[in-house]
Nanobody, 126 residues
């Protein structure tokens, strides 16, 4: 049984840092990603990490330089470090896992993720 379990969300102030984690179990994957969904908005891509072949990271343009996605292979866990928190970062953050690989696999697309975690709330106050 595949499980993706997020943790580490919470309340922060603008300018703070926060890290969310996603522990995966049940099968192997080629990539994992973070998406977020703010109230009244669609779920959007934030960051992805692919390790099929070479390790590659992808970021939503607006979070580059503030967000860092990383992986602990031994713990089968992916992290999202969020620095310089902004109120607009407030959302439920979901991790997702994919087995797709190769040039046809566009990791920022929700369609490439079959497995999802339950989400963890991040709230940023100004």
């Amino acid at each position: 049984q595949v499980q993706l379990v997020e943790s580490g969300g919470g309340l922060g102030q603008a300018g703070d840092s926060l890290r969310v984690s996603c522990a995966a179990s049940g099968r192997t994957f080629n990539a994992m990603a973070w998406f977020r969904q703010a109230p009244g908005k669609e779920r959007e891509f934030v960051a992805a990490l692919s390790w099929s072949g070479s390790t590659t990271t992808y970021y939503k343009n607006s979070v580059k330089g503030r967000f860092t996605i990383s992986r602990d292979n031994a713990k089968n866990t992916v992290y999202l470090q969020i620095n310089s928190l902004k109120p607009e970062d407030t959302a439920v953050y979901y991790c997702a896992a994919s087995r797709c690989s190769g040039p046809g696999c566009y990791l920022p697309s929700l369609a490439n993720y079959y497995y999802w975690g339950q989400g963890t709330q991040v709230t940023v106050s100004s």
